[in-house]
């Protein structure tokens, strides 16, 4: 089919984009710059390129009808933050493709009231994100039930892989918190570390959209969450963590109040949104109607980061 890929150069394009040439797909990636995937591959030579920047395009109104101009069959947006953004491509769609697969985020739960969340569980976003990739969602399965849009909405985890930092055991993006557990010192964790995070591999979210475009009849009004099988608690982490540098972790914990305490604030704002949205999710409907088999766990999809990172001399053990 012919496939075009808003933004696709960037984590979950890096895996996605080969796996659909390699399908025998026709593929186009809508890139605002053109930097280079994080891994190379082969199939690239036979992507289209365009270099389009949506925000700027957006604001003329003309975003949508661009996109239409290329003539897919198959739209994948992984870059849709906002509902005028989702409301001015599905305008320009309706009745014109047939299958349109948006990337949303299993924050739109909010808080868990029930572990692991499953998709129909009810939505209590928090948060400019979680509310913007909410309304997102409500609005494209009521389009695909009220006028028959063919959307399907995947919701992925803390996405991770080799060449971009991973969410640590502090809840941030912070790479001196794997370098204090692989020296073996003292790290302190915020409350009793017992908050969740709920990683996914790049890869695994590739395979995701691949399954629903396979599926397709089965997942149109649907959405689905594209986790690892489980989630890890802080504290569990960060000793796995250190273990794998032959140490013994050596935490301490303090309340929140005290722990955001001389944290720098870009640090403790990512900190308290991941701590605070504690995600732990199902994939049952997944694994059930897709066929959706995670190929890493959590810490397997850490590890191969940290590996990389640590060779790209970006953490220092």
């Given at each position: 089919?012919?496939?075009?890929?808003?933004?696709?150069?960037?984590?979950?394009?890096?895996?996605?984009i080969p796996r659909l040439v390699e399908s025998g797909h026709d593929?186009?990636?809508?890139?605002?710059?053109q930097h280079p995937p994080y891994?190379?591959?082969?199939?690239?030579?036979?992507?289209?390129?365009?270099?389009?920047?949506?925000?700027?395009?957006?604001?003329?109104?003309?975003?949508g009808s661009q996109i239409l101009a290329l003539d897919p069959q198959v739209v994948i947006d992984l870059i849709c933050f906002t509902l005028p953004s989702a409301v001015q491509i599905v305008t320009a769609l309706k009745g014109r493709v047939t299958h349109f697969l948006a990337?949303?985020?299993?924050?739109?739960?909010?808080?868990?009231v029930v572990v692991p969340t499953t998709e129909d569980q009810p939505r209590r976003p928090f948060g400019e994100y979680g509310l913007q990739k909410a309304a997102i969602e409500e609005y494209l399965l009521t389009e695909a039930r009220?006028?028959?849009?063919?959307?399907?909405?995947?919701?992925?985890?803390?996405?991770?892989?080799?060449?971009?930092?991973?969410?640590?055991?502090?809840?941030?993006?912070?790479?001196?918190v794997f370098e204090k557990l692989a020296h073996g010192e003292e790290l302190c964790l915020p409350n009793f570390g017992l908050e969740t995070i709920h990683h996914v591999h790049a890869d695994d979210v590739a395979q995701a959209f691949m399954a629903a475009i396979n599926h397709r009849a089965a997942t149109?009004?649907?959405?689905?969450?594209?986790?690892?099988?489980?989630?890890?608690?802080?504290?569990?982490?960060?000793e796995t963590v250190a273990g794998w540098f032959g140490k013994?972790?050596?935490?301490?914990?303090?309340?929140?109040?005290?722990?955001?305490?001389?944290?720098?604030?870009?640090?403790?704002?990512?900190?308290?949104?991941h701590i605070s949205h504690s995600?732990?999710?199902?994939?049952?409907?997944?694994?059930?109607?897709?066929?959706?088999?995670?190929?890493?766990?959590?810490?397997?999809?850490?590890?191969?980061?940290?590996?990389?990172?640590?060779?790209?001399?970006?953490?220092?053990?």
């Open positions: 089919m012919k496939i075009v890929v808003i933004g696709g150069s960037g984590h979950i394009g890096t895996f996605l593929v186009t990636n809508i890139s605002r710059s891994q190379q591959n082969a199939a690239w030579s036979e992507v289209t390129q365009i270099s389009l920047d949506r925000n700027v395009v957006e604001a003329s109104g003309e975003f990337c949303g985020t299993i924050w739109v739960h909010g808080f868990s009220l006028n028959n849009f063919p959307a399907t909405v995947l919701h992925p985890g803390h996405i991770v892989g080799p060449g971009w930092k991973p969410v640590n055991p502090a809840g941030n993006f912070n790479l001196s149109i009004g649907e959405s689905f969450h594209v986790v690892s099988p489980a989630a890890l608690t802080l504290r569990g982490y960060a013994k972790a050596f935490l301490k914990f303090k309340p929140w109040e005290e722990w955001q305490v001389g944290v720098a604030k870009e640090d403790a704002a990512a900190t308290w949104d995600p732990n999710c199902s994939i049952t409907k997944a694994s059930q109607t897709l066929n959706y088999q995670p190929r890493y766990t959590s810490l397997q999809a850490v590890k191969e980061a940290i590996d990389w990172l640590i060779t790209a001399g970006q953490i220092k053990v």
